[in-house]
C-alpha cells in the first residue's frame, strides 16, 4: 500500500453565498456569488434517516435516505444589505434594513474554503438552502472588549434536478485545477444527465 499524505482541517476562509434562480426538471442556475464578511466558523449537519427490514426472525436490508443538512454559519458581521439579500428583508432608499413579518428568504447556494495543515485548501459548495433570521445578543464592555459576532443558521436540502446537495474539491488534486480557479467566480454545475 502507497503512503498517504495525511491533511487535516486547521482553518476556515472566504464564504461567498449566491441565490438560487432556478432548480426544476430543466436545470440549475445561480446568481453571481457574493461574499460575506471574515469566517469564523461554519458547522454543517446533515440528517441521515435509516430503516432496517427484519426477516427470519434478524435484520435483512437496512436503507438511508437524506433529509434536511442543518447549516450554521458565524462571521464577523452580516451587513445589513446581506441581511437583506439573505433574509428577504428591504434596505430603503435611507439605508433603513425593513424586516417585515411577510419576508421571505431566498434558496442560496453557499459555499466556503478550509486551510489543511499541509498548506492545500478544500473547497466546499452547499448547493440549496434557506437561512433564518439570526439570534442578537448584546454585552455591555466589562473593562475589556468582547467581540460580539453573528452566527446565523439555515437547512440545505438536494437540488431538484439532479438531488446533488453538495460540491467539494482538493486543491491538493491536479485535476481540479481549473475547477477551483473560479471556484467562487460561479457555483459549480455540472454537464452530467440529471439522476432520475
Known sequence: MPDQKIAVPVGLQDI??????????????????KMLLPAIT??????VNSAT???????????????E???EIGVADIQLETQADLL?????ADGLLIDNS???????????RRSMSDGSFRYTWLLKGKFQLPTE????????????????????LKRLYDGNWRFRADSSNTASAALIASWF????????????
Open 16 to 33: 461567498y453565498y449566491a441565490k438560487l434562480i432556478k432548480d426544476d426538471a430543466t436545470g440549475v442556475e445561480y446568481d453571481t456569488p
Open 42 to 47: 461554519a458547522n454543517v449537519t446533515p440528517t
Open 53 to 67: 427490514l427484519y426477516g427470519n426472525d434478524g435484520p435483512i436490508i437496512t436503507a438511508n435516505a437524506l433529509g
Open 69 to 71: 443538512i442543518a447549516v
Open 88 to 92: 428577504g428583508a428591504t434596505v430603503n
Open 102 to 112: 411577510d419576508d421571505q428568504a431566498p434558496e442560496v447556494a453557499l459555499g466556503y
Open 137 to 156: 445578543e448584546a454585552q455591555t464592555k466589562q473593562g475589556e472588549p468582547t467581540f460580539q459576532t453573528p452566527t446565523i443558521t439555515g437547512v440545505f
Open 185 to 196: 467566480d460561479a457555483v459549480p454545475s455540472l454537464t452530467a444527465i440529471p439522476n432520475p
